[in-house]
C-alpha cells in the first residue's frame, strides 16, 4: 500500500486530478497518518492555512414568527419539515422579515422535492423563498433526494445556491465511495455544490464509529472532489475533537458553531473562543463567516 500512497502523493503534488480507481486504492490503505497528509496538502493547495466557521442559531418551522436568536448569529437556519408549500413560504418569509439582514437558510432540498412534486415546481418554490429574502437552501441531502441531478438543477435554475449538501445515513467508507463519485459528477453537471459535508447526519447508535471511518471519508472526499470548493465537518453533532481532527484530513469550513455565548462554565469554553482555539491549535487560521460566505464583522 505504500506504493498507493507514494503514486497518489505525487499526483496530489503535481496538481494533477485523480482517477476513482486511485481513491478506491487509498480507501484501503492503512496508513491514515499519510492520507491525512495528502489530504492536508491538497487543502492547503485550495485554502492555504484558512479555515472558515459559521455560528448558526436553528428556527423550528411553525416558529419563524416569535422566534429568538443570538445577534452573534452569521446564518439563521430554518428547519424541519412543512406540512405544505405554503407553510414553507410564510414561515421562510416571517423569519426573513425579522432576520435584520442576517442571511436565512431554509429547509432541506428532498421536503421542498416532495412538497412541490416536480422540476418545474421546485423552481417555482425555490422562487418564491428567494422573493421572500431566503439566501439559501439550508441542506441538500444527495441519499434522500429523489431525483438528484434535477433536484439540484432546479434550485440553480431559480438561481438560489444550496448551503451544503449532505449525506443522511451510511456509517463506512464503502458507503461513501458511490456518494463520492456521484458528487463529483453532479457538480460537474450542475455547478451548484459549494460545500460538501461527508460524515453522515443521521448517527445510529447501534453503528457507532470509531473515527477511522470518519477520517479516512473526509480525507477521500478532499483528494476526489477537486471540483468542490469546501469540505464541511459539523461541529454541532461531531464535536471539538473530531471536527479539530478532521482539519488535519482536509476539511477548510466547519459549521453548526453555536451562536448563543454560553459563558456559564468560563470564556475558554463558549462555543466561539473554544472553535477558534481548536483551529488555531491545528495551525490553522480561524475565519468567521456568515451565511452568504463574507467574512463576519468582528
Known amino acids: 500500500?505504500?506504493?498507493?500512497?507514494?503514486?497518489?502523493?505525487?499526483?496530489?503534488?503535481?496538481?494533477?486530478?485523480?482517477?476513482?480507481?486511485?481513491?478506491?486504492?487509498?480507501?484501503?490503505?492503512?496508513d491514515l497518518v499519510r492520507l491525512g497528509m495528502l489530504a492536508d496538502e491538497a487543502r492547503r493547495r485550495r485554502h492555504g492555512a484558512r479555515v472558515t466557521f459559521v455560528r448558526v442559531a436553528d428556527v423550528a418551522c411553525?416558529?419563524?414568527?416569535?422566534?429568538?436568536?443570538?445577534?452573534?448569529?452569521?446564518?439563521?437556519?430554518?428547519?424541519?419539515?412543512?406540512?405544505?408549500?405554503?407553510?414553507?413560504?410564510?414561515?421562510?418569509?416571517?423569519?426573513?422579515?425579522?432576520?435584520?439582514?442576517?442571511?436565512?437558510?431554509?429547509?432541506?432540498?428532498?421536503?421542498?422535492?416532495r412538497l412541490a412534486g416536480d422540476a418545474k415546481a421546485l423552481t417555482h418554490v425555490v422562487d418564491r423563498l428567494e422573493e421572500c429574502g431566503v439566501a439559501a437552501i439550508a441542506e441538500a441531502p444527495l441519499d434522500l433526494l429523489r431525483d438528484r441531478e434535477v433536484a439540484l438543477q432546479a434550485v440553480r435554475d431559480a438561481g438560489l445556491p444550496v448551503a451544503r449538501v449532505t449525506i443522511r445515513r451510511g456509517r463506512t467508507t464503502a458507503d461513501?465511495?458511490?456518494?463520492?463519485?456521484?458528487?463529483?459528477?453532479?457538480?460537474?453537471?450542475?455547478?451548484?455544490?459549494?460545500?460538501?459535508?461527508?460524515?453522515?447526519?443521521?448517527?445510529?447508535?447501534?453503528?457507532?464509529?470509531?473515527?477511522?471511518?470518519?477520517?479516512?471519508?473526509?480525507?477521500?472526499?478532499?483528494?476526489?472532489?477537486?471540483?468542490?470548493?469546501?469540505?464541511?465537518?459539523?461541529?454541532?453533532?461531531?464535536?471539538?475533537?473530531?471536527?479539530?481532527?478532521?482539519?488535519?484530513?482536509?476539511?477548510?469550513?466547519?459549521?453548526?458553531?453555536?451562536a448563543a455565548d454560553l459563558l456559564d462554565q468560563g470564556r475558554r469554553r463558549a462555543p466561539l473562543e473554544e472553535v477558534r482555539r481548536n483551529i488555531t491549535a491545528a495551525g490553522l487560521s480561524p475565519v468567521e463567516r456568515t451565511g452568504r460566505w463574507a467574512v463576519a464583522q468582528a
Open 176 to 258: 461513501a465511495l458511490p456518494l463520492l463519485r456521484d458528487v463529483k459528477a453532479l457538480q460537474k453537471h450542475t455547478g451548484n455544490i459549494r460545500v460538501f459535508a461527508p460524515l453522515p447526519r443521521d448517527i445510529d447508535a447501534q453503528q457507532a464509529s470509531t473515527g477511522y471511518d470518519d477520517v479516512r471519508v473526509v480525507a477521500l472526499a478532499r483528494l476526489w472532489l477537486d471540483n468542490v470548493e469546501s469540505i464541511q465537518v459539523d461541529w454541532a453533532l461531531y464535536g471539538p475533537k473530531l471536527a479539530q481532527v478532521a482539519l488535519l484530513f482536509g476539511v477548510d469550513d466547519i459549521d453548526s458553531v453555536s
Open 62 to 113: 411553525g416558529e419563524a414568527a416569535t422566534a429568538a436568536w443570538p445577534a452573534s448569529a452569521g446564518e439563521i437556519r430554518l428547519v424541519g419539515t412543512p406540512a405544505s408549500v405554503e407553510e414553507a413560504i410564510g414561515q421562510a418569509r416571517a423569519l426573513a422579515a425579522r432576520a435584520n439582514g442576517t442571511p436565512v437558510s431554509a429547509f432541506a432540498l428532498h421536503d421542498l422535492e
Open 1 to 30: 500500500m505504500n506504493g498507493v500512497l507514494e503514486a497518489v502523493g505525487g499526483k496530489v503534488s503535481g496538481g494533477r486530478a485523480l482517477t476513482f480507481e486511485d481513491v478506491q486504492a487509498l480507501a484501503g490503505v492503512s
